[in-house]
Nanobody
Framework: QLQASGGGSVQAGGSLKLSCKVL????????MGWYRQTPAKGRELVTH???????NYVDAVQGRFTISRDNVKNTIYLQMNNLKPEDTAVYYC?????????????WGSGTLVTVSS
């Protein structure tokens, strides 16, 4: 349902851009977002964006990461700037479909981001 791409390895201070595309129907897709997972912290929310464009970020990435959404292409993006070693994680995208009052969550396969000091 979701295809994520764009991970890689960079040095601290560098940038990466992740993409996540909804495959198939995008009907009733509401909020989409990015999570990241490490062995120490498990999976945690990074940022999300509503269909209308409202954004939220966790404090750790505020000012460095930007989420955007293209509803025509059914794709969200995560521009990550000034990356830090603590941003190293597997990043997952998530989409929530709301239909008849029921919320369905879909997850993409993870993409690894490695930031070296």
């Amino acid at each position: 349902q979701l295809q994520a791409s764009g991970g890689g390895s960079v040095q601290a201070g560098g940038s990466l851009k992740l993409s996540c595309k909804v495959l198939g129907s995008s009907l009733f897709i509401d909020t989409m977002g990015w999570y990241r997972q490490t062995p120490a912290k498990g999976r945690e929310l990074v940022t999300h964006i509503t269909r209308g464009g409202q954004r939220n970020y966790v404090d750790a990435v505020q000012g460095r990461f930007t989420i955007s959404r293209d509803n025509v292409k059914n794709t969200i993006y995560l521009q990550m700037n000034n990356l830090k070693p603590e941003d190293t994680a597997v990043y997952y995208c998530k989409a929530v479909r709301v239909r008849s009052g029921v919320r369905y969550a879909y997850w993409g396969s993870g993409t690894l981001v490695t930031v070296s000091s």
